[in-house]
């Protein structure tokens, strides 16, 4: 027999445990409660037959069976609170399955990636969503007021309207790409020859053409090579060239433009052996004008244009009134193109000041700008940018000039361009003006009382005139400085501050 306190042996005939003192009863009534334990075991036992630690507990059952019918109260308690505590924890121990996937490198790449997935789908399903709205509501008011949507579509679909400005900027860009590609030269024209461009309308469109020439310095206007350059419909045209070639009686050709910006002129004097002698040369006139792809050229005999100290404004013919002249600059010289370019960028005050420029050049003058100087007779003759006539007789041009002792007045231009003369022909009959190109200033009329009190005003300043050409074209050897002509009925535009 045992105690069924400590499980200690004891004989029958002692009532107390004489190793705890637990009181001892007898066998008959021990019995019961130990079957009644062992009962109570083997029914927690097969109330729970799943239960992970059920295998271990059978065969520590099985060891020490003889002993675990009196496990102690401590053992029993700890071994249920084992699988109680089992049973609680199989989420904990997913998730804790679940962070150490997560510590692994790979698997945090790769749930990095999943993350920004998810979230890039998230977004672009509230975009959706709300521009399907948004569509939703725009479709609702279209259909509450059609012309408004018609109106709205129009506004968005359609380009921005370009102003007259910007035309004129892009055919000023359009330009400068002809310049700078090279296309602007001909191989029908003299290779020898320099290049040269005006911007002028000549066909009414309000939008500039460039008209290239190919000349030699000093035009001696014979024949006359012309290309021109027009923007039509934001696109460059290209025109056939025009090669205007003197006849067998005809004396020097100037360019000009046709008054009210209608075409290319050419003018020429003849001399025949009916009219030789005659008080008065007649003039051959050549107008080009834009047809479609090409030139319409007409010819008008003039029998006396110009009469002696007379203006283009006055003649026998009426289309004479309006002669413009053109300014070339060579094409090396972009700054009339960029000035064009630069259209939209222009003050109220430079456009009027531009719109005053035209006026004066419409009325058939020349404008010029430059600086007013006074140069001596060694000055003149050694000017920058001039070649004397004869560049031998510099001594024997200084002492027919009264020992060097006169005085030339100027406008030092502020560009190198061309301008126009006076040519006298024979038996005192008149040649349209000269056309020089690379001038570098314009001559004042010294003997002219007029223009002598205006150098002595405006000596030093820079000054734009308007002017009409003068009776010289400096192609006399004591002309100074060489080959600039002089001008004639000057009026100030405008005087610029210092």
Same mark, same amino acid.
């Given at each position: ?34 079957? %009644? ?24 059952? =099985?060891? $020490?069976?003889?002993?675990?019918? !009196? ?5 029993? %308690?700890?071994? =249920?609170? @084992?699988?109680?505590?089992? %049973? /609680? ?10 962070? #150490? ?32 709205? &948004? ?11 059609? &012309? #408004? ?14 102003? =007259? ?10 330009? +400068? ?13 003299? %290779?020898?020859? @320099?290049? $040269? ?8 469109? &309000? ?14 206007? *014979? ?7 027009? $923007? ?6 290209? !025109? ?30 003849? =001399? ?15 107008? $080009? ?65 531009? +719109?005053?420029?035209?006026?004066? /050049? ?10 007013? +100087? ?64 690379? /001038? ?15 150098? *002595?005003? !405006? ?40």
């Amino acid at each position: 027999m045992f105690c069924i306190n400590c499980g200690n042996p004891i004989n029958g005939t002692v009532k107390f445990c004489t190793k705890c003192g637990a009181r001892v009863e007898d066998a008959a009534s021990q019995q019961p409660q130990d079957q %009644q334990s062992q009962q109570s075991q083997q029914s927690q036992q097969s109330q729970q037959p799943q239960q992970t630690y059920a295998p271990q507990q059978t065969q520590q059952y =099985q060891q $020490y069976q003889p002993s675990n019918q !009196y496990q102690s109260s401590q053992q029993y %308690q700890q071994s =249920q609170q @084992s699988a109680y505590t089992q %049973q /609680l924890n199989p989420v904990k121990q997913k998730f804790s399955k679940f962070f #150490a996937a997560l510590s692994q490198p790979k698997n945090l790449i790769i749930t990095i990636i999943s993350a920004v997935v998810v979230i890039v789908l998230v977004v672009c399903t509230c975009v959706w969503y709300f521009r399907s709205n &948004n569509n939703s509501s725009s479709t609702r008011g279209a259909n509450s007021n059609p &012309n #408004a949507a018609g109106n709205a579509f129009n506004n968005a679909s359609a380009p921005k309207a370009l102003t =007259q400005d910007d035309i004129i900027s892009n055919a000023g860009k359009a330009y +400068k790409n002809v310049i700078d590609s090279g296309s602007y030269t001909s191989t029908n024209f003299p %290779q020898h020859y @320099s290049y $040269y461009y005006a911007l002028w309308d000549i066909d009414g469109d &309000n939008i500039p053409e460039m008209v290239v020439t190919a000349s030699e310095n000093f035009n001696i206007g *014979e024949d006359q090579y012309i290309h021109v350059f027009s $923007y039509k419909n934001g696109k460059i045209v290209s !025109y056939p060239d025009i090669i205007d070639k003197h006849d067998i009686y005809e004396e020097s050709g100037t360019i000009f433009f046709g008054g009210n910006h209608d075409g290319i002129v050419v003018a020429r004097s003849y =001399q025949t052996p009916e009219n030789d002698g005659v008080d008065g040369l007649p003039w051959h006139v050549y107008t $080009y004008k834009i047809n479609g792809k090409s030139f319409d050229k007409s010819t008008v005999d003039v029998a006396k244009p110009i009469e002696f100290k007379t203006k283009f404004t006055t003649g026998s013919l009426a289309g004479l009134q309006n002669f413009v002249y053109p300014k070339f600059v060579s094409v090396n010289d972009l700054t009339d193109i960029n000035n064009l370019i630069d259209t939209p960028n222009l003050t109220p005050e430079q456009k009027k000041m531009n +719109k005053t420029i035209n006026e004066w /050049l419409e009325k058939g003058y020349q404008v010029f700008s430059g600086t007013v +100087k006074r140069l001596s007779a060694e000055e003149a003759y050694d000017y920058p940018g001039t070649t004397p006539n004869d560049p031998n007789a510099k001594d024997e041009v200084m002492k027919s000039l009264n020992e060097g002792n006169g005085t030339f007045d100027i406008i030092a231009l502020d560009q190198k361009r061309s301008g126009n003369g006076f040519r006298t022909g024979m038996y005192g009959g008149f040649m349209p003006s000269h056309m020089i190109f690379d /001038l570098v200033s314009v001559r004042f009329d010294n003997s002219d009382k007029d223009q002598a009190a205006f150098v *002595e005003k !405006y000596a030093g300043k820079k000054i734009m005139v308007a002017a009409h050409p003068g009776g010289y074209d400096g192609g006399n050897w004591m002309e100074l400085p060489a080959r600039q002509p002089t001008v004639d009925e000057v009026h100030l535009i405008k005087e610029y501050s210092e």
